[in-house]
């Protein structure tokens, strides 16, 4: 289980040239399903809250609780990322440790 927080912004047109305007932050706690070799992590959402900025006007909703979401890695780096800890932290080392290959002697 992660924890991120990320930008929202408004909508635009494509070829808008307008400079883009922040609405507020989307912080989403989710569980990683997996992470792919283009540098994608699916994410299912365990929860999600909204802090809108005081200027802004429109109405701002949180992802759905359970649908899986896909963002760039490097992308939830710059959100501060915490991994949430476990209730056992010596049985997610076992599950680590059975995952490593060995080294071949």
Sequence with gaps: ????????????????????????????????????RYGWAHIQVAA?????????????????????????RDKIGQGRIERLLWSDESARDAILASRRPRKAT
């Design 1 to 36: 289980m992660i924890r991120w927080r990320e930008p929202i912004w408004k909508p635009q047109a494509r070829m808008s040239k307008k400079p883009p305007t922040m609405l507020g932050f989307r912080t989403i706690t989710g569980q990683v399903l997996k992470l792919d």
């Design 48 to 72: 999600c809250t909204i802090e809108p900025l005081p200027r802004c006007t429109r109405p701002l909703y949180p992802l759905e609780v359970g649908k899986p979401v896909r963002r760039k």
